[in-house]
T-cell receptor
């Protein structure tokens, strides 16, 4: 297993366009998290899945954001009608539900720039 | 709610200097505590962790001790190297939460 994989690594888009990011977690991990990180800040929680079920969404996740994990494996995060304030690094992490207190494994992130 | 406060940076040190990055937490239960490191353009890597009071996490010469009485988890290293230059994040994970909470990060630069 090569760890958590995120694609693309970088995305530049025009304001108003839709973008979609993909995360492939470690195969045996049933929990998958999305975080957003802006410059000079720590990661902020957006949402998480246990298997295919989305169990919690942060208030940061406006209705322009949607996430899916259709078969409990990879996940996608879509941002509709992007705004300049959406520019950030989007991080995906995975873990096992019974081992949350042992830490998450993060991907390398997708850096979004909205121009 | 549960949160982490860590020392503001940036921190600039000469090679072989002693490093301390302070981290304190607020939590209603007994969280697990973590230090993550982020190199430029990359995601976060778990550096070390401690899951209960008085535990010491250690890795690559870095150490941190879970101090319940002072609600702290300070990161230390006896002799830093240029390759340690990165951003360090303190984090906690509590049973009451379903997500990990991070501090704002401390940027460390080590000069030769």
């Amino acid at each position: 297993d090569t760890g958590v994989s995120q694609n693309p690594r970088h995305k530049i888009t025009k304001r108003g366009q839709n973008v979609t990011f993909r995360c492939d977690p470690i195969s045996e991990h049933n929990r998958l998290y999305w975080y957003r990180q802006t410059l000079g800040q720590g990661p902020e929680f957006l949402t998480y899945f246990q298997n295919e079920a989305q169990l919690e969404k942060s208030r940061l996740l406006s209705d322009r954001f949607s996430a899916e994990r259709p078969k409990g494996s990879f996940s996608t995060l879509e941002i509709q009608r992007t705004e300049q304030g959406d520019s950030a690094m989007y991080l995906c992490a995975s873990t096992l539900a019974g081992r949350i207190n042992y830490g998450y494994t993060f991907g390398s992130g997708t850096r979004l720039t909205v121009v | 709610g549960d949160s982490v406060t860590q020392m503001e940076g940036p921190v600039t040190l000469s090679e072989e200097a002693f490093l301390t990055i302070n981290c304190t937490y607020t939590a209603t239960g007994y969280p697990s505590l973590f230090w993550y490191v982020q190199y430029p353009g990359e995601g976060l890597q778990l550096l070390l962790k401690a899951t209960k009071a008085d535990d010491k996490g250690s890795n690559k010469g870095f150490e941190a001790t879970y101090r319940k009485e002072t609600t702290s988890f300070h990161l230390e290293k006896g002799s830093v190297q240029v390759s340690d230059s990165a951003v360090y994040f303190c984090a906690l994970s509590a049973k009451a939460n379903n997500d990990m909470r991070f501090g704002a990060g401390t940027r460390l630069t080590v000069k030769p």
